[in-house]
């Protein structure tokens, strides 16, 4: 997911969060509109808070949203008591139904970035595999954790701390890398990553491709060496 993005869902979720006040608000300026009405476009602003952000502050919505309107549209009003059995049961249903719909949407959304996630770890070992894995380029390995993860910069460095391969993405100067994967590889060799990460890989598939990575880089500089002598 990109910044511009990440924005846009937080402005998106900031608006809705709005929403619930507003109809509350609104349920109780208006004589005709019942409890359940009221709950019902709650429970509709709640589930877009849960598509939009997460479980965590759906579920905040959904417990600060049902004791506002147990607060300003139950009798008596200003208390939380609840004179009438009915209104006991819609606010018990509302509440159970927006929690179980956005633990729901979140586990959804956990089993669509599984999939995504290993659907391209998979294209990615079909890649390495036609490029006749190791081949002379390192890059080529790394390239393709790349796209996996949606890092910004991914590099090998060498027991000595050196780097010895790296691919990158021009970034915009206000984005700030922040290192995300700090991986030891075989014979002490260190994988990087760096910048926001999309999909956090499975550990096997980082160390797969980082290995991968430095026999290219080692059938490179042996071929090298017998070129030299």
């Not at 998106?12 to 005709?32: E, H, Q, R, V, Y």
């Not at 819609?90 to 659907?119: D, K, P």
């Not at 991986?183 to 910048?195: A, M, T």
Request: negative net charge; charged residues 20%.
């Amino acid at each position: 997911m990109t910044s511009t993005d990440s924005v846009g869902r937080i402005a998106a979720t900031c608006a809705f969060l709005l929403l619930i006040p507003s109809t509350i608000a609104l349920g109780k300026l208006l004589d005709n509109f019942t409890l359940t009405s009221v709950l019902l476009v709650l429970f509709a602003e709640v589930l877009t808070v849960a598509i939009l952000s997460n479980v965590y502050v759906a579920v905040a919505a959904a417990v600060v949203a049902v004791l506002a309107a147990n607060w300003f549209l139950v009798l008596p009003y200003y208390t939380f008591y609840i004179a009438d059995p009915t209104d006991v049961i819609a606010l018990m249903v509302f509440i159970a139904g927006a929690i179980l719909t956005s633990w729901l949407v979140h586990r959804a959304e956990q089993v669509r970035s599984a999939a995504e996630r290993s659907r391209s770890e998979a294209d990615a070992f079909r890649i390495l595999m036609r490029e006749r894995w190791p081949s002379s380029d390192p890059t080529v390995a790394l390239r393709l954790l790349m796209g996996i993860t949606g890092l910004d910069e991914i590099e090998i460095r060498d027991p000595n701390g050196s780097r010895i391969a790296a691919v990158e993405e021009s970034v915009s100067a206000a984005h700030e890398d922040f290192v995300v994967i700090d991986e030891e590889l075989p014979d002490q060799y260190l994988l990087i990553g760096s910048g926001p990460l999309a999909v956090r890989p499975d550990r096997d598939v980082v160390v797969a491709l980082g290995t991968a990575a430095v026999r290219s880089y080692e059938t490179a500089r042996a071929t090298r060496r017998r070129a030299k002598t």
